[in-house]
C-alpha cells in the first residue's frame, strides 16, 4: 500500500511538472485569431466566433495589451500592440495550466481586433477563458 501511495505521488508530480514546465512554441499559439473558431475551451472574437471582433484598431490593440498585463500569471509568449499582434499565456493558480490568448488586427484595413482564447491541456476549461477575455472586454468598455 506504501509503494502505491509514493507511485502515486510521484506520478501527480510528474504531471504538474510537465504541465508547468512544457515548452510553449510561439509558432503554435501566435496565430492569426481571425479565422479561429469558437468551442469547447476555446473563445473567439472575431467572425464566426462567439462575439463580434471589436472597434478600435491599434488604440484597441493597446488598451487590452495594458489589461492582460495587469492580469494575475499572465505573460507575452510573443509578439506586441505595435507588431499588431500578441499572444499571452495565463496560468492557473492551483496547478498552473496555460491557456494561451491571441489578440491581433483584423478586418478592413486593421480596424478592429480579434481575439482567440484556448487552452491546451484537456478538452473544456469550464468557461474561463470566456470570463478572462469578457473580463477584459468588459474593463475596455466592449
Known amino acids: 500500500m506504501k509503494t502505491a501511495l509514493i507511485l502515486l505521488a510521484l506520478l501527480v508530480a510528474a ?6 514546465l512544457a515548452p510553449s512554441d510561439p509558432a503554435r499559439w501566435h496565430v492569426d485569431p481571425a479565422g479561429a473558431v469558437p468551442g469547447p475551451g476555446r473563445y473567439v472574437a472575431g467572425p464566426g466566433g462567439d462575439r463580434p471582433p471589436l472597434p478600435g484598431g491599434t488604440d484597441t490593440l493597446s488598451r487590452l495589451a495594458a489589461l492582460a498585463g495587469a492580469t494575475p500569471r499572465t505573460r507575452v509568449l510573443a ?12 496560468r492557473s493558480r492551483l496547478w498552473g495550466f496555460p491557456d494561451y490568448t491571441t489578440a491581433a ?13 484556448r487552452l491546451r491541456f484537456g478538452r473544456d476549461d469550464l468557461g474561463v477563458n470566456r470570463a478572462r477575455v469578457e473580463g477584459w472586454l468588459a474593463a475596455l468598455g466592449a
Open 15 to 20: 504531471g504538474a511538472a510537465w504541465v508547468r
Open 79 to 90: 509578439g506586441s500592440p505595435a507588431e499588431g499582434r500578441i499572444t499571452w499565456i495565463t
Open 105 to 117: 488586427l483584423c478586418g478592413p484595413d486593421g480596424a478592429e481586433v480579434c481575439i482567440h482564447a
